[in-house]
C-alpha cells in the first residue's frame, strides 16, 4: 500500500530560523509529488510540483527538493505569515493506465514574532 | 477569477436529513474530486471525475453521491446524513486526472 507520511506533525520556529519539512514516501512509479499551504479554515493551496530526483522548486522564503524516497521543504528566515499546515502528496501508478493520489497529513507550523 | 467555489460554507443537519453541495470551477479543468478532511485523517478522496460524464469512487465512498452535471460543476449529495459525516468537505479540480489541484474555500458540516 502506498503511503505518504509527513515530519514532523509539528513545528514552532522563531522568525528567521530556517528549518525543514520532511514528506517520505513509500510508492513505486512516482508520477509527481505536490506541496500545498492550507491556513486555517482555507482550502489547501497549491505550491509546487516535483517529477524527478534531483529536482528543485523555489518561491520566496520556500524551496522543496526531492529524492527517490523523500521531499523536503525548506523554509529560509521565516516570517509569521507562513505559518500554516503544508502538505505533500504523491501521485503515484496504480495499474490499467491509472494514477493515485495519496495525501499526507500535514506539518503544522507556527513562526513566533 | 474564481477558481474553485462551494456552497454553502457552512451546514448544520439533522441525522437523517439529506443535502447536496455544490461545487463549481472557472479554470476549464477536465477532472473535478470532492474530499472530506478530518483531524488526524488527512484528506480522504470521496469521489472523483476524471472528466465530464464520467464518476469514479474515491477512499471513502460509502454514504455519498455525485453528479458530474458539465464541464464547469459537480455536486457531492448526502442522501441521508449521519454524525460521521461531520466533517470538513473540499472540492477541487485539476487539468489532467490526479496532477496540481485547486481547491475550494471548503464546506463545515456538521451533523446532530
Known amino acids: 500500500e502506498d503511503q505518504v507520511t509527513q515530519s514532523p506533525e509539528a513545528l514552532r520556529l522563531q522568525e528567521g530560523e530556517s528549518s525543514s519539512l520532511n514528506c517520505s514516501y513509500t510508492?513505486?512509479?512516482?508520477?509527481?509529488l505536490f506541496w500545498y499551504r492550507q491556513d486555517p479554515g482555507k482550502g489547501p493551496e497549491f505550491l509546487f510540483t516535483?517529477?524527478?530526483a534531483g529536482e528543485e522548486k523555489e518561491k520566496e522564503r520556500l524551496k522543496a527538493t526531492l529524492t527517490k524516497k523523500e521531499s523536503f521543504l525548506h523554509i529560509t528566515a521565516p516570517k509569521p505569515e507562513d505559518s500554516a499546515t503544508y502538505l505533500c502528496a504523491v501521485r503515484a501508478y496504480s495499474g490499467a493506465g491509472s494514477y493515485q493520489l495519496t495525501f499526507g497529513k500535514g506539518t503544522k507550523l507556527s513562526v513566533i514574532p | 477569477n474564481a477558481g474553485v467555489t462551494q456552497t454553502p460554507k457552512f451546514q448544520v443537519l439533522k441525522t437523517g436529513q439529506s443535502m447536496t453541495l455544490q461545487c463549481a470551477q472557472d479554470?476549464?479543468?477536465?477532472?473535478m474530486y470532492w474530499y472530506r478532511q478530518d483531524p488526524g485523517m488527512g484528506l480522504r478522496l470521496i469521489y472523483y471525475?476524471?472528466?465530464?460524464?464520467?464518476?469514479d469512487k474515491g477512499e471513502v465512498p460509502n454514504g455519498y453521491n455525485v453528479s458530474r452535471l458539465n464541464k464547469r460543476e459537480f455536486s457531492l449529495r448526502l442522501e441521508s446524513a449521519a454524525p460521521s459525516q461531520t466533517s470538513v468537505y473540499f472540492c477541487?479540480?485539476?487539468?489532467?486526472?490526479?496532477?496540481?489541484?485547486?481547491f475550494g474555500q471548503g464546506t463545515r458540516l456538521t451533523v446532530v
Open positions: 477541487a479540480s485539476s487539468d489532467v486526472l490526479n496532477t496540481e489541484a485547486f
Open positions: 479554470m476549464n479543468h477536465n477532472s
Open positions: 471525475s476524471a472528466s465530464e460524464g464520467t464518476t
Open positions: 510508492v513505486s512509479g512516482l508520477r509527481g
Open positions: 516535483l517529477y524527478s
